[in-house]
């Protein structure tokens, strides 16, 4: 059960008490986890008492547990219970004990008043791009030269060779080149040599990263030329791609690059939608909010930064070397802005048109999302937790009000089109009744 406490402005208060029935199943379910996983010598699996297997995994885990199980069910409920959109929260339990009811407080901030423009009168422009013959064919050479073999030519390097270099130096290596994607410096300076001569390249300045580099020049050696040998757009290439004919080939070619063209049309007629909605809505998005995403974008990119063993305090001290510091700071502000903007709106969109989600629903994309990364769905709650099970939601019922807007939309324009139609099936008639009178 939730009561609400205190609502000023953006902050509310809540207290949850959850039955004590729910709480003693909770403690079951964690003691018959332990029984079934842990371990233990001397005992038989799931016939160790309770005290030997809290010994095993050490004190309070059972409670730590079964209050996390009753937080990732309970606050979410209750937030649903009470209609209220949380952007953040401070989750206060209290004491657990089997068998009693528990009872958590919570203190966090909602989402500010959003109000959308009129976006039911709105009229995309995003579409797929058609599959003519023309980007069927392009695509079929594609096939080709990503099947090309390579066989040695005796001769002068010509434009779409791949030709095999040694780099000299004390850092040199050797590495082949395909030509026909070179840079130019690198195709000028090779094409009209051959096997076994010594070329200079010269690289001109350019940045790579946030590196510059400025123009240099590198010796190497030819030591292998060979030319690009096509296959003919036969049979006998289509069943070298596991297809039973060239007909075949063609076939399910443009089916499925008719698939990804609808797939990119939905989705540039999601973008417009949604700028439309953020270009339509007033708001007054508390500083606070804007901050808190900008921290936690900050803390993904540090994520990212540590995954590829870079320290943040090394990479941050490298951009106030280069200057480039306060623009980064300044992109991370916007970029949090605009992800802000975009939620606000959806979120008002899904209440606007009361698009709910079932715990049927909900349940089912938790189990999906769980099987995708190959973990049980509790261990899915369990990194979630009650803050990230809540935004996960949301993020769902956001993205169904999303989709069910866009359907709308469509059904509109035919339903126009419909009218415009009849109607000007029926001016002819109207015109020869006043011709006739």
Avoid: C
Wanted: charged letters at 30%; hydrophobic letters at 35%.
């Amino acid at each position: 059960m939730a009561e609400l406490i205190r609502q000023e402005g953006n902050q509310v208060e809540f207290k949850v008490t959850v039955p004590a029935t729910d709480v003693t199943r909770a403690y079951q379910q964690v003691w018959a986890a332990l029984a079934r996983d842990v371990r233990v010598p001397g005992f038989r699996p799931g016939k160790a008492p309770k005290k030997v297997l809290e010994s095993r995994v050490g004190t309070g885990y059972v409670e730590n547990e079964v209050r996390d199980r009753l937080l990732q069910v309970h606050y979410p409920q209750a937030v649903r219970d009470l209609k209220l959109s949380m952007v953040d929260a401070e989750i206060n339990p209290d004491p657990l004990k089997d068998g009693q009811s528990f009872e958590f407080t919570v203190k966090g901030d909602t989402y500010p008043e959003v109000k959308l423009g009129d976006w039911k009168s709105a009229t995309l422009q995003a579409s797929a791009p058609d599959i003519t013959d023309d980007v069927l064919e392009r695509t079929l050479a594609d096939l080709q030269e990503r099947n090309a073999t390579f066989e040695t030519a005796e001769r002068a390097i010509e434009a779409t060779d791949m030709v095999t270099i040694e780099e000299q130096g004390e850092e040199g290596g050797t590495y082949p080149v395909y030509l026909d994607v070179a840079e130019a410096h690198v195709r000028d300076a090779l094409v009209g040599k051959n096997q076994g001569d010594t070329v200079e390249i010269t690289v001109p300045a350019h940045s790579h990263g946030d590196h510059e580099h400025p123009e240099h020049t590198v010796t190497v050696k030819i030591l292998d030329v060979k030319h690009k040998q096509l296959q003919a757009l036969d049979d006998e290439f289509a069943k070298s791609l596991n297809f039973e004919s060239l007909e075949r080939l063609r076939t399910d070619l443009k089916a499925e690059l008719e698939r990804r063209a609808r797939q990119e049309g939905d989705n540039a007629r999601r973008e417009e939608f949604v700028n439309h909605l953020v270009e339509g809505m007033t708001v007054d998005i508390p500083s606070v909010m804007l901050e808190r995403r900008r921290e936690a974008m900050l803390g993904e990119i540090k994520d990212d930064l540590s995954r590829q063993g870079v320290k943040w305090d090394e990479y941050e001290t490298f951009m106030k070397e280069q200057g480039k510091l306060d623009d980064f700071m300044a992109d991370l502000g916007k970029n949090a802005e605009t992800r802000v903007k975009r939620d606000l709106a959806l979120e008002q969109l899904a209440e606007d048109t009361g698009t709910t989600l079932s715990d049927t629903e909900f349940n089912a994309q938790l189990s999906a999302l769980a099987q995708a990364n190959g973990i049980t769905v509790q261990q899915l709650r369990s990194q979630f937790g009650p803050n990230g099970l809540n935004s996960y939601y949301a993020s769902i019922v956001r993205e169904k009000a999303l989709q069910g807007a866009i359907a709308s939309l469509g059904s509109s324009a035919a339903s126009s089109e419909g009218e415009s139609a009849d109607a000007g099936e029926e001016q002819p008639a109207q015109t020869e009744e006043a011709q006739a009178e």
